[in-house]
């Protein structure tokens, strides 16, 4: 039984970072001694200035820099793709480590 949900548990792992675009992998992931905060400056380090500006903007920010097209609604929507995908993988080490002990 643990050695199935431990495959099974494999296998998707592989799966998300399979959807995640080859140009948003992070090479490495540091250990969860590494990066006790994955928030703040810590994440806008894999950022382009652009997409921490846009990440951090407010609902009625954005819809503004939208519609003046500042940004472009594709543009907001890969920023926090981006931005996601980084916060999954960084933050599925800090999970698995604490579900296996």
Not at 43 to 59: G, H, K, M, N, P
Not at 70 to 88: G, I, P
Request: aromatic content about 6%; hydrophobic content about 45%.
């Amino acid at each position: 039984m643990v050695a199935d949900w431990r495959s099974r548990a494999t296998a998707k792992r592989e799966a998300i970072l399979n959807s995640i675009p080859e140009k948003w992998r992070l090479q490495k992931i540091p250990s969860v001694e590494e990066q006790k905060d994955v928030t703040g400056p810590y994440i806008q380090q894999f950022l382009s200035t652009r997409e921490v500006d846009i990440t951090e903007t407010d609902a009625a920010g954005i819809a503004e820099q939208v519609a003046s097209g500042t940004w472009s609604a594709v543009e907001v929507t890969d920023a926090f793709c981006h931005r996601a995908s980084l916060a999954h993988q960084l933050v599925w080490p800090m999970l698995t480590v604490k579900a296996v002990h």
